[in-house]
């Protein structure tokens, strides 16, 4: 590994803030290309690949991204997933379809750099909000 810094290396050095705004919920979160942007410059003659499946499973169809990364001797692969919403106001079926495939592909990346999410929307636990604006219904009678 001549000018390669090694994956643990990487991960230590890795640093994305929370750049982006989501004025509807209220929070500050990463993408998939700011995640890159900032990996970049590490990888030095190392190689990360990404890549998506699609899997029908139902009625559903989910999109399995893989991030590779080869740095000449080792390759380290993560998966992250996504399910396509059935219906995404504004967005025809490929988009629908692409951002499954970018959120997927970002839960990969930080798999594979250990990019810790915190306070994320997508962590917090919205459970006691949820019970709350559920009326009692006996839709679910075994």
Same mark, same amino acid.
């Given at each position: ?9 990487? $991960? ?12 509807? #919920?209220?929070?500050?979160? !990463? ?22 499946? *699609? %899997?029908?499973? #139902?009625?559903?169809?989910? *999109? ?14 993560? %998966?992250?997933?996504? !399910?396509? /919403?059935?219906?995404?106001? #504004?967005?025809?079926?490929? $988009?629908?379809? #692409?951002?499954? /495939? ?6 990969? +990346?930080?798999? +594979? ?28 009678? !075994?």
């Amino acid at each position: 590994m001549s000018n390669n810094m090694t994956l643990q290396e990487i $991960q230590q050095k890795l640093s994305i803030p929370k750049s982006k705004i989501n004025t509807f #919920g209220n929070y500050n979160y !990463r993408n998939c290309e700011g995640i890159l942007e900032a990996v970049k410059p590490l990888l030095g003659e190392s190689k990360l690949n990404l890549t998506d499946e *699609v %899997h029908k499973i #139902g009625e559903r169809y989910y *999109v399995k991204a893989i991030a590779t990364l080869f740095d000449g001797i080792e390759k380290t692969i993560s %998966h992250g997933y996504a !399910r396509e /919403s059935e219906d995404k106001k #504004g967005m025809d079926a490929a $988009q629908i379809t #692409g951002a499954a /495939s970018s959120y997927a592909r970002k839960y990969a +990346l930080g798999g +594979l750099f250990l990019i810790d999410d915190g306070k994320d929307a997508d962590s917090e636990d919205n459970t006691k909000e949820v019970e709350e604006n559920i009326e009692p219904t006996n839709r679910f009678k !075994r």
